[in-house]
């Protein structure tokens, strides 16, 4: 079910808010996508991967006749070095390949080459791998410990960075509290697991010396220019192009050394080569996301009003620094964001990464908020039972109300619903008629909860908020070019790269109601570097707010020009006249021209407009917006079996603002993809290392994502609150789903394990966490 609520009228867009089908959909559903595994190679890859979480590489055994390249064949290859400026950032390089160190389970020590897949990986299981172990450091708190050993030189203390914020007035304030409320909260380290896995394909073209590298990315430009520099190459020589991309949710958005690696093997064999990643390498050598640990506490007055916050935030960032994002892109995110949606303006917190001998860490769906979410939404749960109030009274007591609103750590809120969409939330899921539901089931030895997570997402940040953390490398602008061509068609090349979120359908119909022609008239060319303009790719739920808006300064570029050229055709004044179903038509007459004759009198007629209007119908647009704060509300109901610790979702509720929906459907579907992820992120989902370093959860019989079985029917309700800081009012999506059901679902959890006296403040909150709480549990009076 889902329900729309707008929070202002409409402007009279006839495409725009509709649910109109995906233009990308009917070639993915014929089989007829085109994906990076599917072309063929003269050469194929296979990787040779450390089966040791630290040590001394001290030799490497190979059969005689194979080839097999080591860090020692491509001393001329930079290391991957992402780069902050602020925070005490120590920059470590990553070797492509591992020179004298391994420093995590799966890190790439030799690359084999053959003819086939499957010869490689033969000759891989022949290559012998001497290493001399030394102690590994797993967890983040062991590795900053006093006397740890050093994972690399450049970091002491295993310290990559840190990053600290006090508010003025801070300890006054915290001194004068009522009470204070604590949670020490754990997220454990999830990967992405995309459908498809990582993949590249690198080709070398005899005549010009370029190579044409295919990969699964979600920025092929800045792949283009980091595997440029990393190899010491022009740009101009390497074309990177993201054909279908089957799932990407940030794990694609890092620069990984295999493609460094395929791109420089097809300059050196002038030949094309290839890789396809399977199922075990994506799960231990493909980055990772979320382990972090949050110790946050609460001053709140005698009112159960929140006056301040304080939050030490130890993010394992694993083996090296993620590109171009670096490691700070967890600990970071989490400092800046941790108030969310509540009115707190005293905050202090300290956030460091911590460097592991485990997989790197990478942006992952929602990135560090999930996390902050869960711990904050805990200590709303805490504080309420503290103050023995109402969970949903103590957020309404607390959220944020007026806006714009600046928060403790200098973020512009614009204008949001966080209570509005809580009430609706609240309303629509009864909690009267749940709570005497809980009372009787709770009466018959059964264990129902409830649990809420009121949240807000950034979404939609240019360059000014990068740039706040410092980076080497600030993306954040992009920029549309929109052409008609002589025929009436429309084609927009654009620099974000989508990977399933359905973008081709929804800037089509921004464009469609500018310039006055339907959607399928309209194609939108994305993922090519020789084709698209330069631009930062798909992530942060931005390409709608930042594609889209560049899409409609470009529009409205060729709309003005279509009124011009119309004018002069129909001897009219611009003003009078309106362009829809292909046609621009004189108000009030029946005079009319179409968009396609105007077209070719644009191109083949310019001589009739007298030097007034420029030949062609070509219009570019550039956007680098603030950014804007989507939000909404979860509630989840659980059913618990304390004999099993198995918890199952009766019913998933959400109440979402995103600001002015494009294309319903679509945001439905984003909403919908995201609590599936959430959901898995809340109870099942772990990467495990043993205290060696080895991972125990190298199969998807031991890594488990949700199922249809798990999931359960999501009902869906939207507020549109228009975004003054989004030029299509829009706000970002893609995140919000994955953001609230680690915080929804747990406090649930929490609610139904009332009666025993115990609370779980671990996500995954798996079977087994659960039942270890309640062996020692005491069953309450």
Not at 185 to 204: G, I, L, V
Not at 479 to 503: C, K, M, W, Y
Not at 538 to 545: E, K, N, P
Request: glycine residues 8%; proline residues 6%.
């Amino acid at each position: 079910m889902t329900a729309h609520t707008k929070g202002s009228g409409g402007d009279g867009m006839k495409w725009v808010g509709r649910s109109i089908r995906r233009l990308e959909d009917p070639a993915l559903v014929r089989g007829k996508g085109r994906f990076t595994a599917d072309l063929p190679a003269a050469h194929w890859v296979r990787f040779v991967r450390s089966p040791n979480a630290a040590g001394t590489i001290k030799g490497i055994t190979a059969p005689d006749d194979a080839m097999v390249i080591t860090a020692a064949d491509i001393k001329g290859v930079k290391k991957i070095t992402p780069m902050l400026h602020k925070f005490s950032y120590r920059p470590v390089g990553q070797p492509i390949l591992a020179d004298g160190e391994v420093r995590f389970v799966g890190e790439a020590i030799a690359a084999v080459v053959a003819a086939s897949e499957e010869e490689a990986e033969d000759i891989a299981d022949l290559v012998e791998i001497e290493i001399e172990d030394a102690l590994p450091l797993v967890d983040s708190r062991a590795a900053v410990a006093d006397g740890a050993r050093q994972i690399h030189a450049e970091a002491p203390g295993n310290v990559i960075l840190k990053g600290e914020v006090k508010t003025p007035g801070f300890d006054e304030v915290w001194a004068g509290a009522a009470k204070i409320v604590k949670i020490d909260a754990r997220s454990n380290r999830q990967n992405a697991t995309p459908m498809e896995a990582r993949a590249a394909h690198a080709a070398y073209d005899s005549i010009t010396g370029r190579i044409t590298l295919h990969c699964t990315t979600q920025m092929p430009h800045l792949m283009r220019t980091a595997i440029a520099d990393c190899l010491g190459m022009p740009e101009s020589d390497l074309r990177v192009v993201a054909p279908d991309v089957g799932g990407g949710f940030g794990q694609k958005m890092s620069l990984c050394a295999e493609y460094v690696l395929v791109t420089w093997l097809a300059r050196h064999l002038k030949s094309s080569v290839g890789w396809t990643e399977d199922r075990r390498e994506n799960l231990i050598a493909s980055f990772h996301s979320r382990d972090q640990y949050i110790a946050l506490e609460g001053a709140f007055d005698k009112d159960a009003k929140l006056l301040a916050l304080r939050a030490d935030v130890l993010s394992n960032v694993g083996a090296y620094s993620c590109f171009p994002t670096t490691s700070g892109v967890e600990p970071l995110m989490a400092m800046a964001e941790m108030p969310g949606p509540y009115d707190v303006q005293q905050y202090q917190c300290v956030a460091r990464g911590a460097l592991t001998n485990t997989c790197t860490m990478a942006a992952y769906r929602g990135v560090s908020r999930p996390v902050i979410t869960f711990t904050l939404e805990r200590l709303m749960d805490k504080a309420a039972k503290a103050f023995a109030i109402d969970c949903i009274d103590i957020r309404r007591r607390n959220l944020i109300t007026t806006f714009p609103y600046k928060s403790a750590t200098g973020l512009e809120y614009d204008e949001a619903s966080y209570r509005q969409t809580m009430e609706m939330a609240v309303e629509a899921i009864n909690v009267p008629a749940f709570r005497a539901r809980q009372q009787l089931a709770r009466e018959k030895g059964e264990y129902l909860g409830i649990g809420f997570a009121t949240f807000s997402e950034r979404t939609g940040y240019g360059s000014p908020a990068f740039a706040a953390r410092g980076m080497a490398i600030t993306p954040g602008w992009e920029t549309v070019h929109v052409t008609v061509d002589p025929s009436g068609f429309v084609e927009a090349r654009i620099g974000s790269s989508p990977h399933g979120q359905g973008l081709r359908t929804t800037l089509a119909q921004i464009i469609a109601d500018e310039i006055g022609v339907p959607p399928g008239m309209i194609k939108v060319v994305h993922g090519d570097t020789d084709t698209a303009p330069y631009g930062w790719g798909t992530f942060a739920s931005r390409s709608l707010v930042i594609s889209g808006g560049a899409t409609l300064i470009a529009s409205r570029k060729i709309r003005a020009k279509l009124l011009k050229i119309a004018g002069h055709m129909l001897e009219a004044a611009e003003t009078d006249i309106v362009l829809a179903d292909g046609k621009a038509k004189v108000a009030g007459t029946d005079r009319e021209v179409s968009i396609a004759a105007m077209a070719r009198e644009a191109y083949t007629q310019t001589h009739r407009f007298k030097g007034e209007i420029e030949p062609g119908l070509s219009e570019s647009g550039t956007y680098d917006p603030p950014g804007t704060f989507s939000n909404a509300c979860h509630v989840a109901i659980v059913r618990l079996d304390p004999e099993t610790g198995h918890v199952r979702i009766e019913r998933y509720l959400v109440a979402e603002d995103a600001g002015r929906i494009i294309n319903p459907m679509i945001a439905d579907g984003q909403v919908h993809g995201g609590v599936v992820q959430g959901i898995g992120n809340a109870l099942l989902e772990e990467i495990v290392y043993d205290d060696s370093g080895a991972i125990l959860t190298a199969n998807l019989a031991d890594y488990m994502p949700p199922t249809a079985h798990e999931v359960p029917p999501i009902e869906l309700h939207h507020m549109e609150t228009p975004s003054t800081q989004s030029i299509t009012k829009a706000k970002g999506l893609g995140e919000g789903g994955t953001i609230g059901p680690p915080a929804a679902i747990v406090n649930a959890i929490n609610d139904a394990l009332t009666p025993f006296n115990v609370e779980i403040d671990t996500i995954p909150a798996t079977p087994q966490r659960i039942r270890a709480l309640l062996r020692n549990a005491e069953r309450a009076p």
